[in-house]
Structure formats: C-alpha cells, structure tokens
C-alpha cells in the first residue's frame, strides 16, 4: 500500500505561493493513493467518512482494474464499403450499435480507399450499419468475440427514391448531465426564448447570481470564469454581469457549467467555468435565423437578434448581433443594527430605482483554407452597453429606538462599458492525428460611471437641516494581450498527447474622484479620489496524456505551471501590491467502465483564484452616508484543490466533490465599526473553505409526449475565518433543485415547465436565504417556412428576491440586505431561419474556433 501524507489535501499555508518540487513529487504520488486519516490534523467532523469513501472508491477502482485485464478483451473490427460495380465508397458512415437496444457504440468515415476500422471494441453482439447517401441502408449483425474481426465487404446499392431534400431534427433537452459539465441547452428552450443570458444562468443548476453585487457563483463557490466559445472573456466581473444581462438568448446554442477542467484550461478561478456556446451552422451557402421580441415585466423589454452563416468552398463568413432594452423597477433594501457603549444604533435604507439598460452586441468571423492542411481564422467583436438609473432613496437613523436623523437621497448614475476584440488563428494539420495551433488576441475595455447626488438632510423631528451636492466619477481603460500555442500528436493508437504555451498581458487603470459642491465650487475629497494603475503577466506552460489503459479504462493525466507577476501603485505610492509567484496545478481523471450500464470516474485537481483589479484597488464609493464600498491591497490569492467522483448508471449520474480551499477570496463581506457606525463592504481573505457536494442527475422519458429532466445537489459549507481579530466558524448545509418538464403536443403545440430552489446558504461569514422561481413557456411551430413562436412567464410567483443577513452577537452587529432586481415577466418571441437549408457534409477540416470547442468539450 502506498500512502501519502494527508496535508496534501489540507490548507496551503504557503502565502507566497512559490512552486517547489516537493509539489510535484506530492502531485505524482497522488496517481496510487490510499489517504490515512489523523484526527489531529482535521478538524472537520465528516473527514473520516470522506476519507473512507475516497479508499473505498480507489478500492473498487483497483479491483475492477485488475479484473478488466483477464475479463475484457480488446477487438478491432475492419471492412470495405463498395458500390455496385465494386468501385470504393469515400466517406460512407459506419456505425456500430448494440444488438440489444441499437444504441451507438462508435462510429467512424470509409476513406479514399473505403476501407474503416473500428478500434477497442469489447466482446459481444453488435449490428452494423453502413450508409451513404443516394445509396440503401445496409444492417448486418456481427459477433465480436476475438480480437481482430473482419467485417467484410459491404455493397451498396443505390437507392429506389432519391431525395432533394432531408430534414433532420432532434429537440435535446433543457439540462443534460455529462461526465465533467452540465449542459443547459439554450436553443431549445422556450422558457429562455426571449431571455437575457443571465436569466438562463440565474435558472441553471447550482447557479447563483448576484446582481447587487455582480457576483455569479456555481456550487457555491464565486471564482468563476466565464468564456464564449471556448475563449475567456477576461474582463471584470461587474462588466461581465452587464453584458450577460444585455445578450440575447436566442443567438446562445447552449451553456457549459464546467467543474472539473482539464490541464489545457487556465487554472484560474475555484468553482470552474461557464462557457457560452453561440449558434453555428454547418450548411453550405447562406444561412442562419432572426429573432424578435418584446416583453413586459414593470417596464417594457424589447430585444431582436439575427445570426447568419456563409460557406463556400474555402471560406466560411459568420456572424451574430444582439440589441436589447431592458426598463425595469428595482428595489433595495438595507437595515443594520450595531450596539456600542449601551447604545443601539438602527439605520435603514430603502431605494427604488427606475433602471434602463441598452445592450449591442456585434461578432463577426471569418475562416479560410489556404491549404488542405492549414486554416486561418479572424474574429472581431464589439459591445456597447450602457445602464442608466434614477433612484429615490431614504435613509433613517434612531438611536434606542427613538428617531435621530433622516436623509433622502436623490440620485442618478450612468455605468457605460465598451468593449473591442480582434483574434487572429492559425492551424496547421501535419498529418492524422498530429496538428499545431497558434492564436494571438487583444482585448479593449472601458468603463465610465459617472454618479450625481442630491442629499436632503432632516433632524429626528423631521426639520429640515441642510443640502450637499457630491458626484463621483470612475474611469476604468483596460487593455490585455493574450498569445497562446497549442501542439498536439497522436502518440499511438491508445494514447494522444497535448501540450501548450500561454502568455498574457494586462494593463489597468482605475481613476475614481468625489466632488462636493461647497461655497459654489466643486471640490475634490483627496480621501475618495485615488489613481491606480496594475500590471499583471501570467506565463504558463501545459502538457497533458489522454489514452486507454486498457478497453474499459481511460485517464487523463494534466500538469500546467503558471508564474504569475502583478504590480499594483498609485502615483503617491508606487508598490502597493509587488508580487511574484509561481505554482504547479495537477489535473488527474480516471474513468472505468463496469459494463455497458454501468461506469465510474474519479477526478483531482488544483485550481487558483486570484483577486481582481477591482478588489485590490484602494478607492472608496458610497452607497448612503453611512454604507461604503472599498478595495483591499491586502488580497491574497487562493488555492483550492478537488476530489471528485461519478458513478454512472444508464443516464444517470450521481457526483461526490469535496474541496478545500485557502484563503478564500469572499467579495462584499461586511465591516461594521460599531464606534462610528460605519459599514464597508469589501473583498476579504478567508482563513478556510470546505466544501462537500453530492449532486444527482435524473432524466425520466415518461412516454414519447412527455420528458423530465431532475437535478439534486446537496451540499455542507464549512468556513474559517476572522473578524476583528476574533475567529468565527460557520457551517451549513443546503440543496439546490432544478428541473425542466416538457410536452409535446398535437399540431406542433409545445409546453415547458421549469424552475430552482437554492436553500439557505453561506456567502462568507454571510448567509443567504433562500430563493427559487417558477417558468412556464409554450411554443408553436408556424410551418416550414413561418419559423417558431413562443410565449413565456418567467418568475410566475415573483419569488425571485436576493436576500443577505447577518447576525453576529458577540461582534455587536446584525445586518439584513433584500433586493429585488425584476418582477414577473411576460415575453412574446418570433424566430425565423433563412437561407439554404440543404444539408452537406462539413468539410474534413477545422475552423478557427473548432478546435478551440474542441479542446472545451474534451
């Protein structure tokens, strides 16, 4: 038995984050581990069940590993496809089904020669079917039960109808569990037609979006990255929210919740990433689809959409716009209560916002084929997406209950984002099996929020005191480059080699001022104006080995460095922030398959989340006289390491993840200083994270009408902390539930039901309560040429509420923070395709963001 010492899986106390080879020799040994629990060394009271869960997991692995050796043979299958005069068949389809119930079991093209091959197939009864088209159908039964197998020679006759035209659909349904990702399926959705991006998000699986805070969480963990189309999007997270709230669903194809990334992903951000997948379309010619919509929900919703898609011969042109105008009512309310020297201080806040936001969203993309074997590609997007509000908010203060002032503010704010990107690509094939890709791209973001103030100042009795005028101006320019070189080889039949090179380059600036108008000048508050400036590189390099140990077992075995610069000063203080750090992130995945029915995987890995510009900035905005956002210099970067497994059965699957997490990065946690009254909202460093979740994924096909999809995740947060010097030790235990029903019925008549429930939770030494919402959608297909629409109410109950409290007695304070960011919406959606609807077979080559989805979805 080898063992390895159970630190490894404890916090890493290693602020400096400087890599050492003991970490690799650690990351090595986690191949073949039984872990020895010690109750010295973990304080958390469910460790040793973990723990004997993980030896029970490798226990089983290893007997089945073992068993797989002398149980399951390995089997090639060949043959040739003909035509009638014996003439070789290029590009036929060949699959091979089960004998039992015709599900897939691989499937592959005949080449030049029509010659295929079928490799690592297990003993058993199949059926094989060849196809092509103008051609019939053939279906042959075939017994596997030696190790090479020639199949024959299949001749295909031609076919006794020729068809112009073949239409082939399929309606995937809203969630699909996979191995490592939850798949919402955007596209056919009728509850999301009509919807902003963020709406879907906030109804997916385990997904958790604060717009106060612009915060999006998975699991509950807030270090999520977000890409499109396999690209990060590399951008803060507030301008991230703005324009996931102003993208229309209906150009997104489907969205990947992915938990477990590979080596080849950045190892940046503890919960994982979110890729967005656009619409494409294989056919020739030009094609694509339009959509428009209007919605009411306390103020209109308007939106349109077209995408499109041209190929010919070599070149391929495609592209995607969005606008939206999002009118909505918004409220906000926050009550504290802090006790000092005897006294018991309450303030409350209530403001109504009257909210528009309008949204552009433009990309275009070009590929062309210089050779059979090298492609080019150019991508260029834009968005520009300006919000808007005029709020009326009251605050009041009483001290021991009795009223002590009051002020009424009135306020109007602008947060204006812009955004452009150019990506060049560039892929050569070698040869089978063997390909290169090179990829240069910059990014340009800009932020202006300009926000005017009003202040009505009143006494307890309600007299008026005073005016004061204050406005606050944010400028935010940043500019980032991104180089990246992905090589892979297909080192033999079993095992595939990937391995990379990436460099990035960013550049900040944070400009914030506050003016207050005295004697009728404005002047500047030198403590609320601050200039900053951060430079951050990242060098990393990968490599990563994918194969079949044997026919029932596969691993994929990752290893990237990333060594990480940043520098962040103002121009009275250059080095606030100088680091300079390096770190090894394994990745390890194992997957066995029992039987046909049956199959588990284990999975670790070691993540990163590094704290953003704008929690490291030193500024200060404020929300109420009394309530202030702030940055904090202090921010340490945060290293998480997974374990996880699945257990498989048919179609469901059932996940075990357990993680640990240093100094965890919580954004917006509260700081009450209870002498002055005075609250700051601000990212902190958590000493600990823990984090146990069992997720289960239940599709139900009740009959061919109606289908169900179920997701369970139940999860116990532990966190660590401290608090004015003092640690503080939360845990709890919470669910979160999400399904989607659909029916079909008569004369193109569709109905879909969805909705969540997240329990109660942690938001660091902060708690959410609970929240869920209920969708109702129909839909109706309008002829061939009419296209699709569909009618939604999202949020039926209106249970949509942000609510965020905390009751801390021994600190002297308790605060309760509820939103309210949209109300019941009802949406009227048309969607239209055009254009070429033949469809040809894709060219044998990859497209600029092919491999890039490729690389993704691995």
């Not at 812009?418 to 910059?442: C, P, R, T, W």
């Not at 490599?543 to 000063?569: C, H, Q, W």
């Not at 498989?648 to 997490?661: A, C, G, P, Q, W």
């Not at 009450?672 to 289960?696: C, G, I, P």
């Amino acid at each position: 038995m080898i063992s390895i010492n159970p630190s490894f899986f404890l916090p890493l106390r290693d602020h400096s984050l400087l890599g050492t080879a003991s970490d690799f020799s650690q990351t090595l040994s986690i191949y073949c581990i039984f872990i020895q629990p010690r109750p010295h060394t973990c304080s958390i009271h469910f460790m040793p069940l973990i723990a004997t869960l993980i030896r029970l997991g490798f226990a089983c692995y290893l007997f089945f590993l073992a068993t797989s050796f002398s149980l399951s043979a390995q089997s090639s299958i060949r043959g040739t496809v003909t035509s009638k005069d014996n003439t070789p068949v290029a590009a036929a389809n060949v699959l091979l089904l089960k004998s039992s119930d015709s599900t897939l079991v691989k499937g592959t093209i005949t080449n030049t020669a029509g010659k295929f091959s079928l490799d690592v197939i297990l003993t058993g009864d199949y059926t094989i079917q060849v196809s092509f088209a103008g051609m019939e159908t053939i279906l042959s039964p075939l017994v596997v039960n030696r190790s090479d197998v020639d199949a024959g020679n299949f001749q295909l006759k031609p076919g006794g109808l020729q068809l112009e035209k073949v239409t082939v659909s399929s309606r995937r349904p809203l969630f699909e569990q996979k191995i490592d990702r939850m798949v919402v399926n955007v596209r056919n959705s009728i509850t999301a037609a009509g919807s902003t991006v963020l709406d879907v998000l906030e109804r997916s699986p385990g997904i958790v979006v604060n717009r106060q805070n612009n915060s999006i969480a998975m699991n509950g963990k807030d270090g999520v990255s977000v890409m499109i189309n396999g690209k990060l999007t590399r951008m803060p997270m507030s301008a991230l929210v703005q324009m996931l709230s102003g993208m229309n669903a209906s150009n997104i194809d489907k969205i990947e919740l992915i938990t477990t990334p590979p080596a080849n992903f950045d190892a940046e951000g503890n919960a994982g990433f979110i890729n967005i997948v656009m619409i494409t379309n294989p056919n020739q010619g030009l094609n694509g689809s339009y959509t428009l919509s209007f919605g009411y929900g306390r103020g209109e919703i308007p939106g349109a959409g077209i995408n499109f898609n041209y190929r010919k011969n070599r070149f391929n042109l495609y592209g995607d716009y969005s606008f939206s105008r999002l009118h909505t009512q918004q409220i906000f309310s926050n009550y504290r209560r802090v006790r000092y020297m005897g006294n018991v201080t309450e303030n409350y806040v209530e403001s109504d916002r009257n909210t528009f936001q309008r949204n552009h969203n433009l990309n275009l993309g070009a590929d062309y084929e210089l050779t059979k074997k090298t492609v080019v590609g150019v991508l260029v997007a834009t968005y520009n997406n300006r919000w808007s509000m005029d709020a009326e908010n009251l605050y009041s203060k009483r001290v021991n209950s009795m009223p002590d002032t009051s002020t009424t503010i009135l306020n109007d704010e602008v947060n204006h984002w812009k955004h452009y990107m150019a990506d060049v690509n560039l892929q050569h094939k070698f040869k089978d099996g063997e390909n290169i890709s090179f990829d240069v791209n910059y990014l340009w973001y800009n932020d202006n929020n300009p926000t005017d103030y009003t202040n009505h100042y009143y006494n307890g009795q309600g007299t008026f005191l005073s005016t004061d005028l204050t406005k606050s101006r944010k400028k935010t320019p940043i500019e980032i480059w991104v180089g990246t070189t992905d090589y892979n080889v297909r080192l033999s039949k079993k095992w595939n080699l990937q391995t990379g090179l990436k460099f990035t380059s960013s550049r900040f600036t944070n400009d914030v001022a506050v003016e207050r108008y005295q004697q009728n000048v404005w002047m500047q508050d030198p403590e609320l104006t601050s200039l900053s400036n951060l430079k951050e590189n990242i060098a990393a390099v990968y490599s990563s080995f994918t194969g079949d140990i044997t026919a029932r077992t596969s691993v994929k075995l990752g290893l990237r460095y990333e060594y990480t610069t940043s520098n962040l000063g103002t121009p009275i203080t250059p080095d606030i922030v100088d680091r300079k750090y390096g770190r090894l992130f394994p990745t390890i995945f194992i997957g066995h398959k029992l039987n046909d029915d049956n199959s588990f995987n284990l999975t670790f890995s070691r993540r990163i989340n590094r704290p953003t510009f704008n929690d490291m900035a030193p500024f200060i905005i404020f929300m109420d006289p009394n309530t202030f956002f702030s940055g904090n210099a202090a921010l340490q970067p945060s290293i998480t390491n997974t374990m996880k497994g699945d257990y498989i059965l048919k179609n469901y699957v059932f996940s075990l993840t357990y993680s640990i997490e240093s100094n965890t990065i919580a954004r917006f946690q509260t700081e009450v200083d209870v002498s002055t009254n005075k609250q700051t909202l601000r990212a902190q460093n958590l000493d600990e994270t823990r984090l146990l979740t069992a997720s289960l994924a239940l599709p139900f096909n009740f009959n061919k009408w109606w289908t169900m999809q179920l997701n369970v995740i139940g999860s116990r947060q532990e966190v660590s902390a401290f608090y004015n010097k003092e640690p503080v030790k939360l845990s709890l235990a919470n669910f979160n539930v999400s399904g989607a029903q659909t029916f079909k019925l008569p004369k193109d008549y569709t109905l879909e039901l969805s909705g969540f429930y997240q329990s109660p939770s942690l938001f660091g030494i902060s708690r959410f309560r609970g929240l869920g919402r209920i969708d109702v959608g129909a839909q109706k297909k309008l002829g061939k040429k009419g296209g699709t629409l569909r009618f939604a109410v999202n949020d039926i109950f209106q249970s949509m509420q942000l609510q965020i409290y905390s009751d801390m007695p021994a600190q002297d304070f308790y605060f309760d923070t509820r939103i309210r960011f949209a109300y019941r919406t009802f949406r009227l959606t048309w969607t239209c395709p055009f254009g070429n609807k033949d469809l040809r077979n894709k060219r044998s080559r990859n497209t600029g963001s092919e491999e890039e989805r490729r690389r993704v979805t691995q």
